[in-house]
């Protein structure tokens, strides 16, 4: 088939390759014009080819022929075409060894096939092997070339201008930006195409690019497997450096991508590309010295890794820790270059180790003279040797002539190096996969059905399904998007005692396994940056301790960020926690707050020194009472004991007994039958105490009133009206009680509001209602008490009782006053303790007022406790 009889649909697909990054516009234009020409040539009744024939730079004929696109140049000289001649061919310069290293591995994997008796036996294979001179234009030319043959005239006038393809498959290229336009043109073709090394994970997609295979990996795993092995050595701020291509730039993309789900910023991303000028590249220098990451991910070429790196060597940039991806990583003519030992410690992704029996020999034997090519393996053998041919015209007197028989075994440069031997078996199994499809379509057993008509398509087809193993046991295969099994190998820079840096596996890297295993490091010493042991740091803030939070710094990425101390009752108990967890009601942060410690239960206890007191106290109190009730009894027939109802004294006696020993019920932890019975008991036995003072002052206004003439008095509050007095008195304290209890009892309650760290173990009023009923009535009756005696406070009578009273429930309304602000101010336990004083102090204001004079009577003045005294008539004379 001829390229001008292409359907126009073809010009469409080649136009849409004008988005590739660094193709020549004037190269595209000039293939277009090519086209546009070979259109208009259709009304020709020849089928003519026009343009200059593209002669293979290495070729052999056979039964069947592939076809290989390699480039054996790394550039070209520019020129300007005005377009008003015929452009001359591209003139390509810098010879690339590893385009012909490439090259021999196909050849070498055709001839061991050819001599093969199992695979394809007595099918010869062939090859027609261009110069794409890395040039995606070029590169695009010589692939119609492969297709379409070089004949001029290819029919008479009277036969179709159409025939099969020329070449069953096409190995190659290297690139992924050529392979890309080279696969979107051939595509239309259904020619396979099989690269060793394009990972652009853009060449996956089938519907663009249906016919493109690759023995290589989609950079796709290796982007992620990077941003892994990037998160493992704990880096999280990093730089970014990328070819300017597809290549570089779809690589890059997943990396960010994945780098971001794993936590880790780039401080900087920017592009090159081997054709930059200096200034640009010098930019790219000026951003890495102004950088803080020490840890810098070059998804590069190693074309373009080697113009960085030259620009570099002046700048002696050393001690930054590199990360690369498989282009350079195991590229021995990249370390040879590193003389300032900038790349030493580097780690990377690189294709995993493999041996080819036999193509070292092979490629170390080619001979010149032997070759199936024409001028440009003439180049590389003077380059290789620096000596010139006889027949050369470039020949000068100041260079060795070239016999062809120089041995290469005892060269030492780039080509003769294997660290390649990866990619050199990528081709190879590329080439094998051809034809063990080949040997499927044909039916070959012990010989091969020569009578089947081969068709690209139907080799596609038997591509996409083989499954084979090498003779070296790597098994091959294609997925559903033409790729391989994703593996890799971690490959670290080490650098020996010669000069000579070790490619050493540190690890392995296997995508078909789940995420958490995929990346594998070996038990192995690493080498980093600068010959060290240690491995760097490379974060933009440091890790926060436990007991901090992160917090964004504003307008900077998610790794740049402050540490602040949690707040008091929060925690965080890991390293880099984005918030603070609150401790449980019942829990409290510590000091350094990374944990939560139980809260402190405060409550008045016995064993600390204010409950200490106020025990002490009621017990005292208690004490003091049982002696003056003691003093009572062992003179209760005396008149100053029997004045004033001694039955009623000794009930007070015994109730200010229950009142000192009641405040006892507020000291302790706070239980249901605690809280209960402190305020009942309270409220009880107070109102009992009031009841009989009251009674006291009753009987008191009652007894001088008896005095009266005509009075009658007494006989309506005798002994038996006094008891029934307290009685109720004490009956009515006694029913708001049972209904506070039985509607809303006072109950324990652990109060976190009062205090932050600390539980304040209280008793709450279950109905306040209850309790302030209870402490109302008690004013009440203390109130009644105090302005009965103070009516009768000058009633005559040497001794009345009725001052006492009166200076007594004094005391008694100004403690209970000055209480209730004092408690409701109180925190905690204070309030406990203000409550027991309050009940100490008004029981002692009682004890002490009341019955303090008459024990001074009674052991002290003897005399005065007489019936007559007592009736104010004095001793007599």
Excluded at 735 to 748: E, M, V
Excluded at 824 to 846: C, H, M, N, Q, T
Aim: aromatic content about 10%.
């Amino acid at each position: 088939m001829k390229v001008h009889v292409m359907p126009p649909s073809g010009l469409a697909l080649i136009h849409s390759m004008s988005s590739t990054q660094r193709w020549s516009e004037k190269a595209w234009a000039l293939l277009q014009l090519l086209l546009m020409a070979s259109f208009s040539q259709a009304e020709d009744p020849v089928c003519r080819r026009i343009g200059d024939p593209e002669i293979p730079q290495m070729f052999k004929d056979g039964d069947i022929i592939l076809g290989g696109i390699f480039s054996f140049h790394n550039a070209w000289k520019n020129r300007q075409d005005t377009y008003m001649h015929k452009p001359l061919p591209l003139q390509c310069t810098s010879l690339n060894f590893r385009g012909f290293q490439f090259a021999q591995a196909m050849l070498f994997a055709i001839e061991e096939i050819n001599n093969s008796t199992d695979l394809l036996p007595g099918i010869s294979l062939g090859y027609k092997i261009y110069n794409a001179c890395s040039s995606i234009a070029r590169g695009v030319r010589v692939a119609l070339a492969l297709a379409n043959g070089n004949e001029v005239v290819s029919a008479s006038p009277n036969t179709p201008c159409t025939r099969p393809a020329q070449v069953q498959a096409i190995m190659g290229e290297t690139s992924s930006s050529p392979c890309m336009a080279i696969a979107t043109v051939i595509g239309p073709f259904h020619i396979p195409m099989i690269s060793h090394f394009a990972t652009c994970a853009c060449l996956s997609d089938k519907t663009k690019y249906p016919t493109f295979l690759r023995t290589i990996p989609s950079d796709y795993y290796q982007s992620r497997a990077l941003a892994q092995l990037v998160k493992h050595f704990g880096w999280t701020w990093v730089g970014a450096i990328r070819t300017n291509d597809d290549y570089g730039n779809n690589g890059m993309a997943t990396f960010i991508e994945t780098a971001q789900q794993l936590g880790i910023c780039l401080e900087y991303s920017v592009s090159v590309f081997r054709t930059d000028p200096p200034e640009k590249i010098q930019k790219v220098i000026d951003i890495i010295k102004a950088s803080t990451s020490k840890v810098i991910v070059a998804f590069l070429s190693h074309k373009d890794m080697d113009v960085l790196l030259h620009e570099l060597s002046p700048h002696k940039l050393t001690g930054y820790q590199w990360v690369g991806s498989e282009s350079w990583i195991s590229d021995s003519q990249i370390a040879t270059m590193d003389r300032h030992h900038i790349l030493d410690g580097a780690v990377g992704m690189a294709i995993p180790k493999a041996h080819v029996s036999g193509m070292r020999e092979f490629m170390l034997n080619v001979k010149p003279l032997n070759s199936s090519s024409n001028g440009i393996f003439t180049e590389f053998w003077e380059t290789l040797f620096n000596c010139k041919f006889k027949q050369s015209k470039s020949s000068t007197g100041n260079q060795s002539e070239c016999t062809g028989d120089e041995d290469l075994t005892g060269v030492q440069n780039s080509f003769t190096y294997m660290s390649l031997m990866p990619i050199f078996n990528n081709i190879y199994k590329g080439v094998y996969a051809v034809a063990h499809a080949l040997h499927n379509i044909l039916n070959c057993n012990k010989t091969c059905n020569n009578n089947v008509q081969l068709d690209p398509f139907m080799i596609l087809q038997h591509i996409r399904k083989i499954q084979f193993e090498t003779k070296e046991g790597d098994e091959v295969y294609f997925n559903e998007y033409g790729d391989p099994a994703a593996k890799y190998e971690i490959i670290n820079w080490q650098p020996t005692e010669n000069g000579i840096v070790d490619f050493v596996t540190v690890g392995i890297h296997d995508a078909s396994l789940p995420a958490d295993k995929q990346l594998n490091l070996q038990n192995k010493s690493l080498i980093w940056a600068q010959n060290s042991q240690q491995v760097p740091v490379s974060v933009c803030s440091e890790k926060c301790p436990p007991g901090t939070r992160k917090v964004l710094q504003k307008g900077k990425p998610v790794c740049c960020y402050d540490c602040l101390r949690c707040a008091e009752g929060g925690i965080s108990n890991i390293t880099d926690s984005i918030t603070c967890v609150w401790c449980p009601s019942d829990f409290w942060s510590n000091e350094r707050r990374d944990a939560c410690v139980k809260k402190e239960e405060e409550f008045l206890s016995y064993e600390e020194i204010m409950g200490a007191l106020l025990t002490a106290a009621s017990l005292f109190g208690t004490c003091m009472t049982a002696v003056v009730a003691f003093i009572f009894f062992r003179y209760r027939q005396t008149p100053i004991v029997r004045a004033n109802n001694s039955e009623l004294s000794f009930l007070l006696l015994f109730s200010l007994t229950l009142c000192f020993l009641c405040s006892l019920t507020f000291i302790g932890r706070p239980s249901e039958w605690s809280c209960m019975l402190r305020h009942t008991a309270f409220g009880i036995t107070f109102v009992l105490c009031i009841s009989c003072v009251l009674g006291k002052t009753i009987v008191v206004l009652m007894a001088f009133r008896a005095t009266l003439p005509g009075s009658n008095w007494m006989k309506w509050f005798g002994p038996a009206q006094q008891k029934l007095s307290v009685l109720g008195f004490t009956l009515i304290q006694v029913i708001i009680c049972i209904l506070w209890l039985t509607i809303s009892p006072p109950f324990p309650f652990k109060n976190f509001k009062q205090s932050k760290n600390k539980i304040i173990l209280e008793c709450a009023l279950g109905s306040a209602v209850g309790f302030w009923a209870v402490l109302g009535y008690i004013g009440l009756l203390a109130i009644l008490c105090f302005i009965l005696a103070f009516l009768a406070r000058k009633l005559p009578d040497n001794f009345n009782e009725a001052k006492f009273i009166t200076f007594s429930m004094l005391i008694f309304c100004a403690v209970w006053i000055t209480f209730i602000p004092a408690y409701v101010s109180s925190p905690g336990k204070f309030s406990v303790a203000v409550e027991i004083f309050a009940i100490l102090a008004s029981s002692y204001g009682l004890l002490i007022c009341i019955f303090i004079p008459k024990c001074y009577v009674i052991l002290l003045k003897p005399e005065k406790n007489t019936k007559r005294n007592m009736m104010g008539k004095g001793a007599p004379k």
